[in-house]
């Protein structure tokens, strides 16, 4: 067998809240003497996330609606068996990749958005502001307004706004308004544009943008695209769609493998998992793997630190290379942020979760590999589970276990040609 599907009936109707199961108390979120991010929250989040950003509640209920629009989109996604992958690699290991990539914009960043735009629009918001820095997930957040008949604006991490302009035409088809970051939209961007007006962007600033202009206008809230508990929250349907393929062919995973940029594509395919693991009903391998050029969770600190740049939300305890942390240009642009999902983070702490690196041209070659014997392209971020997913093949090759490694396959690569040439000519550096 190829593919495990499910039917349209079996979309999740709960997503689960790992915060009811955690081993040790989730720290709360802080501010500074002088600030006011916590006061903040209310203003540019919609009551619907807040609750569940605070929530210990183990179940949430998925609103009819943003059920609907799951089964809209094409879930629940299928779950392949990589059987051209194991061939090649020889491996006695069974690899399953879980296809995010098969929703309309290409990643799993839609269960989120669309989850956010509702409760906004329940709130009587009329706007929705975001960061984007690859570009996926304000495309996401586009579509997910588009749906729900509301405004959408993007601000993209400059850098990416010009060396991705087909995600610019996407957003724009789904009528979102994009400016690339810094802009002259907001204080924060001018005064960043005056002291380099050269500026590339981070996704630290583009989130300060972001927040400036839902502060400013009380129909607007914020939408954050990972690192927040709603985020993890909305994203676990994955994994709980996991659960039931995994069960109909009477199954269990011994690893999962994610790549982290935020931490919500990993956490959104591990946390039901992980709720077995915390019980004793599960033994499993969690790995979560990020580029060695931002290597958060491998090399950063676990400390309190803002999420964005101009210190406008609250501080989060979390790894984090600092708020200021410009990382380099690489292809994987989702997974450029100095920070982390707290609940990620505290889960690493407890060391429930394993965090690896591997680096930019690793990542290509096994993408290549995988494009060769699956045929689908991987997102250069998809590329950094696969590349470990494959490590941890090969190791079962030598021992001769038959493991079941599962791969959260978060989305596919197609706009992401750029990067693919300068690896094929070989201008790709780690
Ligand atoms: C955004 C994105 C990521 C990284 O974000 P997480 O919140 O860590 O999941 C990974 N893969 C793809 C395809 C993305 O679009």
Same mark, same amino acid.
């Given at each position: 067998m190829y593919k495990i599907t499910l039917n349209e009936k079996d979309t999740p109707k709960k997503w689960y809240n790992i915060a009811a199961d955690l081993p040790v108390e989730f720290p709360e979120y802080s501010q500074?003497?002088?600030?006011?991010?916590?006061?903040?929250?209310?203003?540019?989040?919609?009551?619907?996330?807040?609750?569940? =950003?605070?929530?210990?509640?183990?179940?949430?209920e998925i609103p009819k609606l943003v059920r609907n629009v799951y089964k809209q989109i094409g879930?629940?996604?299928?779950?392949?068996?990589?059987?051209?992958?194991?061939?090649?690699?020889?491996?006695?290991?069974?690899?399953?990749?879980?296809?995010?990539?098969?929703?309309?914009?290409?990643?799993?960043?839609?269960?989120?958005?669309?989850?956010?735009?509702y409760y906004a629009k329940e709130d009587g918001a009329e706007r929705l502001t975001t960061e984007t820095g690859a570009g996926q997930w304000?495309?996401?957040?586009?579509?997910?307004?588009?749906?729900?008949?509301?405004?959408?604006?993007?601000?993209?991490?400059?850098?990416?706004?010009?060396?991705?302009?087909?995600?610019?035409?996407?957003?724009?088809?789904?009528?979102?308004?994009?400016?690339?970051?810094?802009?002259?939209?907001?204080e924060f961007g001018k005064k960043i544009l005056k002291e380099d007006p050269q500026h590339p962007g981070s996704l630290g600033i583009a989130i300060s943008e972001a927040i400036e202009?839902?502060?400013?206008?009380?129909?607007?809230?914020?939408?954050?695209?990972?690192?927040?508990?709603?985020?993890?929250?909305?994203?676990?349907?994955?994994?709980? =769609?996991?659960?039931?393929?995994?069960?109909?062919?009477?199954?269990?995973?011994?690893?999962?493998?994610?790549?982290?940029?935020?931490?919500?594509n990993f956490a959104g395919s591990t946390f039901p998992f992980i709720k077995?693991?915390?019980?004793?009903?599960?033994?499993?391998?969690?790995?979560?793997? =990020?580029?060695?050029?931002?290597?958060?969770?491998?090399?950063?600190?676990?400390?309190?630190?803002?999420?964005d740049t101009a210190g406008l939300t609250p501080l989060i305890k979390m790894y984090t290379l600092g708020h200021d942390f410009i990382p380099p240009s690489v292809h994987a642009g989702g997974l450029r942020y100095h920070g982390m999902s707290p609940l990620v983070a505290l889960l690493t702490h407890e060391k429930i979760i394993e965090?690896?690196?591997?680096?930019?041209?690793?990542?290509?070659?096994?993408?290549?590999?995988?494009?060769?014997?699956e045929g689908v392209v991987p997102a250069p971020e998809t590329g950094h589970a696969i590349k470990v997913g494959i490590d941890e093949a090969i190791k079962c090759r030598k021992t001769g276990e038959e493991k079941n490694i599962i791969i959260n396959f978060s989305g596919h690569g197609l706009l992401d040609l750029q990067g693919y040439d300068d690896f094929l000519e070989g201008k790709i550096k780690d």
């Amino acid at each position: 067998m190829y593919k495990i599907t499910l039917n349209e009936k079996d979309t999740p109707k709960k997503w689960y809240n790992i915060a009811a199961d955690l081993p040790v108390e989730f720290p709360e979120y802080s501010q500074t003497d002088e600030g006011k991010q916590l006061e903040n929250l209310p203003k540019i989040f919609s009551k619907g996330v807040l609750g569940q =950003e605070l929530s210990t509640d183990r179940w949430i209920e998925i609103p009819k609606l943003v059920r609907n629009v799951y089964k809209q989109i094409g879930r629940p996604s299928p779950l392949f068996r990589a059987k051209g992958l194991e061939a090649h690699l020889d491996t006695p290991a069974k690899i399953f990749y879980k296809r995010e990539d098969m929703s309309p914009t290409g990643s799993h960043k839609l269960n989120t958005a669309i989850a956010q735009a509702y409760y906004a629009k329940e709130d009587g918001a009329e706007r929705l502001t975001t960061e984007t820095g690859a570009g996926q997930w304000g495309t996401a957040l586009s579509l997910a307004c588009s749906l729900l008949d509301m405004d959408c604006t993007v601000y993209m991490v400059k850098i990416s706004f010009k060396q991705k302009p087909y995600r610019k035409t996407i957003m724009h088809l789904y009528n979102g308004e994009i400016l690339p970051s810094p802009s002259d939209r907001t204080e924060f961007g001018k005064k960043i544009l005056k002291e380099d007006p050269q500026h590339p962007g981070s996704l630290g600033i583009a989130i300060s943008e972001a927040i400036e202009d839902a502060l400013n206008d009380e129909k607007v809230y914020y939408s954050l695209g990972s690192v927040l508990n709603h985020v993890m929250l909305h994203q676990t349907i994955i994994g709980q =769609e996991i659960q039931m393929q995994m069960n109909k062919i009477d199954a269990t995973p011994d690893v999962m493998i994610g790549c982290v940029g935020g931490g919500s594509n990993f956490a959104g395919s591990t946390f039901p998992f992980i709720k077995d693991k915390l019980s004793g009903d599960l033994d499993c391998e969690f790995i979560a793997v =990020e580029p060695s050029s931002c290597p958060t969770l491998t090399k950063g600190e676990y400390k309190y630190d803002f999420g964005d740049t101009a210190g406008l939300t609250p501080l989060i305890k979390m790894y984090t290379l600092g708020h200021d942390f410009i990382p380099p240009s690489v292809h994987a642009g989702g997974l450029r942020y100095h920070g982390m999902s707290p609940l990620v983070a505290l889960l690493t702490h407890e060391k429930i979760i394993e965090p690896r690196s591997v680096s930019q041209t690793s990542v290509f070659e096994s993408n290549k590999l995988f494009a060769q014997t699956e045929g689908v392209v991987p997102a250069p971020e998809t590329g950094h589970a696969i590349k470990v997913g494959i490590d941890e093949a090969i190791k079962c090759r030598k021992t001769g276990e038959e493991k079941n490694i599962i791969i959260n396959f978060s989305g596919h690569g197609l706009l992401d040609l750029q990067g693919y040439d300068d690896f094929l000519e070989g201008k790709i550096k780690d």
